[in-house]
Each structure stands twice: as structure tokens, then as C-alpha cells.
């Protein structure tokens, strides 16, 4: 695993189908080293703070991997690092692999992963395609966020190490087709929110729909009611 590029922006404005909007999709990469501190890397901000960002959301990393697939969905051979909107552009973690809680080191630097990317607007006004927030969430090839837990200088061509993997091994590609799944069983549901790494935006959204599915029961709840229910059928 490695780094393949280092990318950030700042905030602009941007209009696209008679809206204006603020945002830091435009990412360039960053010669030499660069500081990523707990929220962000230097240089690098986001548009929308209300929706990007912060300690859950702090660095989106992307797999290199994927370009070859969008240069030819897209019809362009000028995709360079970044141009999805990454910070860190990576090779060797694809989303089926990695698991929210996952630890990983690069140097001193210390991130967890959190969550995956859910593709907006943001996407189809810099790529001009109403359609592609869509077909890029259906690949399942989304990348993912960190959280920072020890800030510190990272750089291209940098080594990235696993220091431990979650035991839940709740991965991306799971939490991607929980997303996607409108009729998820509640067990599912339960154990994404049993994964104590997992951003509070995707707990939220699965806590609601816990409650939805089984009349509002805590999921712990719900887990050993569920379990008792089994063993009283002999399961």
C-alpha cells in the first residue's frame, strides 16, 4: 500500500445549472512533504463544512486503481491525481478489503478509517454529468475517509502499514450495500452499529433506520431479543 499523490484545494465558487456553490473538489497535487493535521491537510479546506469535514471526514483517500476505470466511462485521458476530489490518492486498498476501524500507519501519522464516500453533486458539476454521482456510487469503487489519530508529515511515494485491523471487518463494500439496501435486515443494520469506529453520520443513518425496522428497540436490545427468540426455537 502507498501513496501515489498527496491532494488539496480551497474553497471556490462555482456555478452549474443556475446554482452557485462552494466547493473544494478541485484538488491539486502537492510537491514534497506536507503536514495533516486532525482536521485537514495544509492547503486543503472544504466548501461545505456542514456536510465535509471534520474529525470523522478529516482526509478522503481514493485507489489509483480506479482511474483507468473513468478514463474510459468518461471518455478523457487527462484524469491526473485529485480529480476526484481525493487527498490521498492510494494503490493496494480496495474498498472490499478495508474495514471501518482499520488502523494504518504512515510514518508517524496514524488514521482510521470511518466511513465510505457518498458521491454529490459536487461530482456532476465538476465532470458536467448529472449522472455520474450515480454511476460512480453503483461501481462500489467509492474510497474511503480517515480519522487522524497522530498528525504529522506524509508525502507521495510514502509506505502505508497496517497497524490493526478491526475485528468487526465491517468493510466499505458492506456499508456501501447497507446504504443501497432500503430493506436491510435489521441484523445487518445492528452490526454496522456495533462497530464502535464508524462516523457518526453513517450511525445516524443506520440508528433511523433501525428504529424504522423493528418499532423504534435499541439495537442491543433488539440483539438479545432476537437471540433469545432463536434459542427458544432451538436455533
Known amino acids: 500500500m502507498q501513496i501515489i499523490?498527496?491532494?488539496?484545494?480551497?474553497?471556490?465558487?462555482v456555478t452549474?445549472?443556475?446554482?452557485t456553490y462552494a466547493t473544494a473538489i478541485y484538488k491539486t497535487p502537492v510537491p514534497g512533504r506536507v503536514t495533516l493535521r486532525h482536521l485537514n491537510i495544509d492547503g486543503d479546506a472544504q466548501g461545505n463544512p456542514k456536510n465535509h469535514g471534520g474529525p470523522d471526514m478529516a482526509v478522503y483517500a481514493f485507489g489509483h486503481e480506479h482511474y483507468a476505470h473513468w478514463a474510459n466511462?468518461?471518455?478523457?485521458?487527462?484524469?491526473?491525481?485529485?480529480?476526484?476530489?481525493e487527498n490521498?490518492?492510494?494503490?493496494?486498498?480496495?474498498?472490499?478489503?478495508?474495514a471501518v476501524g482499520d488502523i494504518f500507519a504512515i510514518g508517524d501519522v496514524r488514521l482510521q478509517v470511518t466511513e465510505p464516500r457518498t458521491p454529490c453533486h459536487k461530482l456532476a458539476m465538476k465532470f458536467k454529468?448529472?449522472?455520474?454521482?450515480?454511476?460512480?456510487?453503483?461501481?462500489?469503487?467509492?474510497?474511503?475517509?480517515?480519522?487522524v489519530l497522530a498528525a504529522g508529515e506524509i508525502?507521495?511515494?510514502?509506505?502505508?502499514?497496517?497497524?490493526?485491523r478491526d475485528p468487526a471487518r465491517l468493510s466499505i463494500a458492506e456499508v456501501l450495500g447497507l446504504w443501497a439496501d432500503p430493506a436491510a435486515a435489521p441484523a445487518r443494520l445492528?452490526?454496522?452499529?456495533?462497530?464502535?469506529?464508524?462516523?457518526?453520520?453513517?450511525?445516524?443513518?443506520?440508528?433511523?433506520?433501525?428504529?424504522?425496522?423493528t418499532g423504534g428497540t435499541g439495537p442491543l436490545e433488539w440483539s438479545h431479543q432476537k437471540l433469545t427468540w432463536l434459542e427458544d426455537r432451538g436455533s
Open 129 to 147: 454529468d448529472d449522472d455520474l454521482p450515480r454511476r460512480f456510487a453503483a461501481t462500489g469503487h467509492v474510497g474511503f475517509y480517515f480519522r
Open 190 to 213: 445492528a452490526r454496522a452499529l456495533s462497530v464502535p469506529a464508524l462516523s457518526a453520520t453513517w450511525r445516524g443513518r443506520f440508528a433511523r433506520r433501525f428504529a424504522a425496522s
Open 73 to 85: 466511462d468518461l471518455g478523457r485521458n487527462d484524469l491526473t491525481p485529485g480529480a476526484f476530489g
Open 5 to 13: 499523490s498527496v491532494n488539496v484545494g480551497m474553497p471556490r465558487e
Open 16 to 19: 452549474y445549472r443556475d446554482r
Open 88 to 98: 490521498l490518492t492510494v494503490t493496494g486498498m480496495p474498498e472490499d478489503e478495508i
Open 155 to 164: 508525502g507521495a511515494g510514502d509506505e502505508i502499514a497496517l497497524v490493526s
